[in-house]
């Protein structure tokens, strides 16, 4: 009669062991996780799409436990290639595809700062560039109503980025002259429109 019992008992723990794992790999696929990359920097300063990265990383790996769970389907090795397997994979596929883009972004940073480098190179060069023009030209300090050119040009630009609304087409008016004047007394400079060395360093600073 004991051995009966016990023949009993292990065959229901061995039930509920079953149903156990069952349950377990049900709602836990094999390595369902998609980890989150190691290379990305948790301080990035795009807080949003550090954000947006954490979020899609959470709903791939939640439609992986989904899928699995309700329909035993896995979408990253399917089985099947019926109507319903092919649209779970293909949902599958667009939210890893925003995985993948956001962690490309992340992982950008120091290409950027490259970027921002060669810009901030070509605005010194452009400036010295500037000044180069207006040494070798010894009317610089005299431009005229009337007088056009690349450095009429150049300095119209400056003044533009200024906030000045004045025309930028190389030609130095009385709109021209006026706004030197202009700017010269913002600065507290000698105001007299004339374009002089301390004028043209207050523009290009």
């Known amino acids: 009669m004991k051995q009966i019992i016990i023949i009993l008992l292990v065959v229901i723990v061995g039930i509920m062991g079953y149903n156990l794992y069952k349950k377990y790999h049900r709602f836990n696929p094999p390595n369902f996780e998609y980890p989150v990359s190691e290379a990305v920097d948790a301080n990035h300063p795009d807080k949003e799409l550090l954000l947006n990265y954490y979020q899609a990383v959470e709903a791939v790996n939640g439609y992986v436990i989904t ?5 035993e389907l896995d ?7 019926n109507a319903q397997t092919l649209a779970a994979v293909s949902e599958y596929s667009k939210k890893l595809g925003y995985v993948k883009y956001f962690e490309s ?6 290409e950027e700062k490259t970027v921002i480098k ?12 500037i000044q180069k023009l207006f040494y070798a030209n010894s009317q610089a300090n005299g431009l005229q109503i009337g007088d056009r050119g690349a450095l009429v040009y150049e300095i119209q630009r400056l003044l533009v980025q200024k906030g000045d609304s004045i025309v930028h087409d190389g030609i130095f008016s009385t709109e021209t002259f006026n706004a030197i004047y202009a700017f010269e007394e913002q600065n507290g400079l000698f105001a007299d429109g004339i374009l002089d060395a301390i004028t043209l360093d207050y523009l290009l600073n």
């Open 75 to 81: 979408v990253r090795n399917p089985e099947d290639d």
């Open 67 to 71: 899928q699995w769970s309700a329909n």
């Open 118 to 129: 060669k810009d901030a190179s070509k605005v010194e060069n452009r400036k010295k560039l």
């Open 105 to 110: 972004q992340l992982l950008k940073p120091k």
